[in-house]
């Protein structure tokens, strides 16, 4: 029977995000579904060596964690989960919440799984593929792929639930459509119904990212006061079967959620905002706004929405060598000058090593290493932290950077040493396909109790 209305909650908006506000939004939101989106673009890829190492693995570390902490309540109240926490590997997640489910007291809790996003050997089969960033052939990226998953919509989320579930975990979905996903489920909505669709996935950007929308990012003491930040609440919407949408946040929770947050979290990562592309439809957001129904409490309105287009985007994890790093404080009088010196000496000795660098660079944090402006301009600090980080596919290359910086502590200049740190790690960078839609084959799996 289709639904009025209905409330979604957002339980995280990445891997490591807080647990216990996801814990006070179900306790106290009078939530009908929570949705729970944990995976950033580089993710994946991570997860999928983790897979490659273990088969069981794969999926987001704090899977576990969270689940066991968030489950038992929400069970307990009705509300229906959806994640994509399964990352790399979905079907192991659920194997590994309902190996835990009888401690957490949630035996009998039926489980859908979202597979097919994965779509590394469809990437292989077309190499002349056309990389969105720079036009280059995918062929370039193939011998060193770590992964590929193509963004799922909305409908594959719906599918999910319309086998019962009362939990639905997926690998790459896009972010909105975990929110979607929901409201299709519950209201039966086309996917001819742009308004409806555009609303939506508006509803769902403003809410996948947690504290975001609640004054998470937003603080700024003296400038934009943020009321109990340290116990900032997560968002919720209010959906109705025609559309509507209201957000607010959960229940005596601090923070706020106002027309000033939803405008800052409605340009988040939102390139284009009159055409914001989604697995779902093409979201026009140019002209929304926003309306203060009471404190905490928005209404959302001018959203549009076109149809989706014929591809999936997929996105193409890959091994791009190594970075190498190394930082050391320098304090006290003449510090700038000091850090500059060491800088001129770590260079010189790695030039003598013959070691060379596609890409190095070196900041004075504090002075600029976010804005990149001259240091020479800046007010002489009494205290200056150096940082050289350089990338190279030679992994003894990319140590000897921290070697160097490291070394300054007693061969450099005076005055070094405050919190030394280096190291050298293997990069795992991303770059993205279209595809058309009937090169995926999503399903959808009853994981049952054993």
């Given at each position: 029977m289709a639904r009025d209305k209905i409330r979604i909650g957002c339980g995280a908006g990445f891997a490591d995000d807080r647990?216990?506000?996801?814990?006070?939004?179900?306790?106290?939101?009078?939530?009908?579904?929570?949705?729970?989106e944990c995976l950033a673009e580089r993710t994946i890829a991570r997860e999928t060596l983790d897979r490659a190492k273990d088969p069981a693995k794969g999926y987001t570390p704090v899977l576990l964690e969270r689940m066991e902490a968030i489950m038992p309540p929400a069970l307990r109240r009705g509300v229906k989960i959806v994640?994509?926490?399964?990352?790399?590997?979905?079907?192991?997640?659920?194997?590994?919440?309902?190996?835990?489910?009888?401690?957490?007291?949630?035996?009998?809790?039926?489980?859908?799984?979202?597979?097919?996003?994965?779509?590394?050997?469809?990437?292989?089969?077309?190499?002349?593929?056309?990389?969105?960033?720079?036009g280059?052939?995918?062929?370039?990226?193939?011998?060193?792929?770590?992964?590929?998953?193509?963004?799922?919509?909305?409908?594959?989320?719906?599918?999910?639930?319309?086998?019962?579930?009362?939990?639905?975990?997926?690998?790459?979905?896009?972010?909105?459509?975990?929110?979607?996903?929901?409201?299709?489920?519950?209201?039966?909505?086309?996917?001819?119904?742009?308004?409806?669709?555009?609303?939506?996935?508006?509803?769902?950007?403003?809410?996948?990212?947690?504290?975001?929308?609640?004054?998470?990012?937003?603080?700024?003491?003296?400038?934009?006061?943020?009321?109990?930040?340290?116990?900032?609440?997560?968002?919720?919407a209010d959906v109705w079967a025609d559309g509507r949408v209201e957000v607010s946040k959960t229940?005596?929770?601090?923070?706020?959620?106002?027309?000033?947050?939803?405008?800052?979290?409605?340009?988040?990562?939102?390139?284009?905002?009159?055409a914001y592309i989604t697995p779902d439809c093409v979201l026009d957001a140019s002209g929304v706004t926003f309306r203060t129904l009471g404190h905490d409490r928005v209404g959302l309105d001018g959203a549009r929405g076109k149809p989706r287009t014929a591809t999936y985007k997929v996105v193409v994890g890959y091994f791009d060598g190594y970075m190498g790093s190394g930082e050391m404080g320098f304090a006290g009088i003449n510090a700038l000058a000091r850090a500059k010196l060491g800088i001129e000496v770590v260079k010189e000795r790695l030039r003598r090593r013959g070691l060379s660098y596609e890409e190095m660079r070196v900041d004075l944090i504090g002075m600029n290493s976010l804005?990149?402006?001259?240091?020479?301009?800046?007010?002489?600090?009494?205290?200056?932290?150096?940082?050289?980080?350089?990338?190279?596919?030679?992994?003894?290359?990319?140590?000897?950077?921290?070697?160097?910086?490291?070394?300054?502590?007693?061969?450099?200049?005076?005055?070094a040493g405050g919190g030394i740190n280096f190291g050298a790690r293997q990069i795992l960078a991303v770059k993205s396909v279209l595809i058309p839609r009937e090169w995926v084959k999503p399903e959808i799996v009853m994981e049952q109790a054993a």
């Open positions: 647990i216990p506000p996801g814990v006070e939004i179900v306790e106290r939101g009078e939530l009908d579904y929570l949705a729970m994640t994509n926490m399964g990352a790399a590997n979905p079907m192991g997640a659920a194997r590994a919440v309902r190996k835990h489910a009888a401690e957490w007291d949630c035996p009998d809790y039926t489980c859908a799984v979202v597979r097919g996003d994965e779509v590394t050997d469809v990437m292989r089969a077309h190499p002349e593929l056309p990389l969105m960033e720079d280059a052939r995918l062929e370039s990226l193939l011998p060193k792929m770590a992964s590929a998953n193509a963004y799922l919509g909305a409908d594959v989320v719906a599918k999910g639930f319309a086998t019962g579930a009362e939990l639905v975990v997926t690998g790459r979905v896009a972010d909105p459509a975990l929110f979607l996903g929901p409201m299709l489920h519950a209201f039966g909505w086309s996917y001819d119904d742009y308004p409806k669709l555009a609303n939506g996935t508006l509803a769902g950007h403003l809410l996948e990212c947690s504290g975001q929308l609640t004054g998470g990012c937003f603080a700024d003491p003296g400038r934009k006061e943020v009321e109990d930040l340290a116990g900032l609440g997560y968002p919720l229940p005596g929770s601090g923070g706020r959620l106002d027309v000033a947050t939803c405008t800052e979290q409605l340009l988040y990562e939102m390139h284009d905002p009159s804005h990149a402006n001259d240091a020479s301009l800046c007010p002489e600090p009494y205290e200056v932290r150096l940082r050289i980080a350089a990338r190279t596919p030679d992994k003894k290359a990319a140590e000897a950077v921290g070697a160097e910086v490291r070394s300054l502590h007693m061969q450099g200049p005076t005055g």
